[in-house]
């Protein structure tokens, strides 16, 4: 899409993200640039490479991105929503089967040569029909797991967010709730926030330890949503009852994180906008809204449309 455009490509080869240094000197030999969550953007990027026309980034979260640095350079950031809201409530609703049923744990147990026989008391889960889904952050994904979770299991939905969410009252009978009523009704409560300094941190030992003990956490959102060392302590004291982890805090996660061997926890490599159809969706929108800026100077999907209205010199 953009060769077809006009513009030249410079791409990346390298195995893994640029350091800063790198992608700053890249940077400045280009007009704009397409970014992944994993490209550090901040104030010092941006006062080096406040040439740059747009940035389209490859995610619908942009908390890789100073969005103030940006628009006091005039830069406008872009972002890919909507494309993977189906395929990161897929890993969300995923999780919370795995976790509720020790699946990950349980599929160990035959690597290691554990499955002997038949134990009526062992390894036992729970049925998720009837009960209780919290979301916190009832946005595009937190709508489509709502609709999974109503569908398949007749979950009652209950939701914290910003402001009301009048489609997944609606649609699903969801019922907004303050924060505390949420941590403490939920039997899963699933994160689909943004992070933000609001966010940071926000679920942790107090937050868990207000949970019901039989309660799963599911996070596909970000890592730093959750204090990961709070999250462990709960488990370990059985505050809550397991978690399902799409993001963890810091990404990659080591291999010998305690989380890995609890049988009630399953954790996959941050994987939830990863189908080919969300994938595919991203990289159309992200390319989509570079090339809406050089052609008509519009950008549909622009986090600070301010920049374009007061236009850069
Ligand atoms: C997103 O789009 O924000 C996903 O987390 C992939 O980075």
């Known amino acids: 899409m953009l060769t077809d455009a006009g513009l030249e490509v410079l791409e990346w080869q390298g195995d893994g993200p640029m350091t800063q240094p790198e992608l700053i000197e890249r940077a400045k030999q280009v007009n704009a640039l397409l ?53 990161t409530a897929d890993v969300a609703f995923g999780l919370m089967i795995a976790v509720s049923r020790k699946m990950f744990f349980n599929h160990k147990t035959i690597i290691r040569g554990e499955w002997k026989k038949f134990e009526p008391l062992k390894n036992l889960g729970f049925q998720l029909s009837g009960k209780t889904l919290g979301i916190f952050g009832m946005g595009r994904i937190g709508l489509v797991m709502a609709k999974r979770c109503k569908g398949a299991f007749d979950m009652r939905i209950i939701y914290h967010n910003r402001s ?72 370990n004291q059985g505050s809550i009852w ?23 926890v399953a954790v996959l490599p941050h994987i939830g906008s990863a189908t080919v159809e969300a994938r595919n969706g991203m990289a159309r929108i992200a390319a989509g809204n570079i090339i809406s800026f050089y052609q008509r100077r519009e ?15």
């Open 242 to 264: 397991g978690a399902g982890l799409d993001v963890t805090n810091p990404e990659p996660m080591k291999p010998d994180n305690p989380l890995l061997d609890m049988p009630n």
């Open 35 to 87: 970014s992944l969550g994993a490209d550090k953007l901040d104030k010092h990027f941006f006062n080096q490479c406040s040439h740059l026309d747009i940035i389209g980034q490859f995610a619908v979260g942009y908390d890789n991105i100073d969005i103030e640095a940006a628009s006091l350079v005039g830069i406008p950031i872009s972002n890919t929503p909507d494309v993977l809201s189906e395929a």
């Open 164 to 235: 009301r969410n009048h489609e997944a009252e609606q649609l699903f009978g969801a019922k907004y709730v303050s924060f505390d009523e949420l941590i403490r009704e939920s039997d899963v409560l699933s994160v689909h926030s943004v992070l933000s300094d609001e966010t940071r941190g926000l679920f942790n030992r107090e937050v868990f330890s207000q949970m019901k003990p039989s309660s799963i956490f599911i996070n596909t959102s970000r890592g730093g949503v959750h204090n990961e060392a709070d999250l462990i302590e709960a488990l």
């Open 299 to 313: 950008v549909p999907n622009c986090i600070n449309p301010q920049v374009l209205e007061s236009g850069k010199s």
